[in-house]
């Protein structure tokens, strides 16, 4: 069926490290790609969207790579802070069709941890 | 900007209870989203509307829960009876109906069945 995939569950890495999620959809229509950041008890909030008509971009610490041919795209995190530590999700919108709307279809998630 | 407003931000009643929850979504917004969110099943999308209706409710877990939009600016989900099973965090979130356009989440409602 029409999902996406979300690795890995869990990540733990070193204050300054870099984190890397990535994820896999499976309708090669999807053209929009969005990532949220979910703190403690708080809701998503959006971080950072790709659209299909570009391959990378950035935001400060943050990046998002888009393969369409493989189906794939990744948020990269550089020089990782404590703050960082949350769970984050990412999102295509599957079977996009005029009228629609904007229906997403959520990954799993990945519970990131950032230590001091 | 306000942003997407839920209500109330917990609730917490006994099983076969009636349970409302708001939404009004950000203004000019013409898509709206009711999800739910728990540890076993991650976030679910349960219903959208599109300029207030109803396209797709093949989330809606059973017919005790049933949703509505009678303006532009106001959405309920309801849950009549309730039970135990339905405790989880109910989101809201809005966007512009046109594609590649991100949604916006309200701050949830937290609801207990006891």
């Known amino acids: 069926g029409e999902n996406v995939e979300q690795h890995p569950s869990t990540l733990s890495v070193q204050e300054g490290d870099s984190a890397v999620i990535k994820c896999t959809y499976s309708d090669s229509a999807s053209n929009y790609f969005p990532w949220y950041k979910q703190e403690l008890g708080k809701r998503p909030q959006l971080i950072i969207d790709?659209?299909?008509?570009?391959g990378e971009k950035k935001d400060q610490r943050i990046a998002v790579t888009l393969n369409k041919t493989a189906k794939h795209f990744s948020l990269h995190i550089t020089e990782t802070q404590p703050e960082d530590s949350a769970v984050y999700f990412c999102a295509a919108i599957l079977q996009p069709t005029k009228g629609a709307g904007n229906k997403l279809t959520f990954g799993g998630g990945t519970r990131v941890l950032v230590k001091p | 900007d306000a942003g997407v407003i839920q209500s109330p931000r917990h609730e917490v009643t006994e099983m076969g209870q009636e349970v409302t929850l708001r939404c009004k979504p950000i203004?000019?917004?013409?898509?709206l989203f009711w999800y739910r969110q728990t540890m076993m099943r991650g976030l679910e999308l349960l219903i959208y509307?599109?300029?207030?209706?109803?396209?797709?409710d093949s989330g809606m877990p059973e017919d005790r829960f049933s949703a509505k939009m009678p303006n532009a600016s106001f959405s309920t989900l309801k849950i009549q009876p309730s039970e135990p099973r339905d405790s989880a965090v109910y989101f809201c979130a809005s966007s512009f109906m046109d594609s590649n356009q991100p949604q916006h989440f309200g701050d949830g409602t937290r609801l207990s069945i006891l």
């Open positions: 790709i659209r299909s008509n570009v």
């Open positions: 203004s000019g917004h013409n898509s």
């Open positions: 509307f599109n300029n207030n209706v109803p396209i797709d």
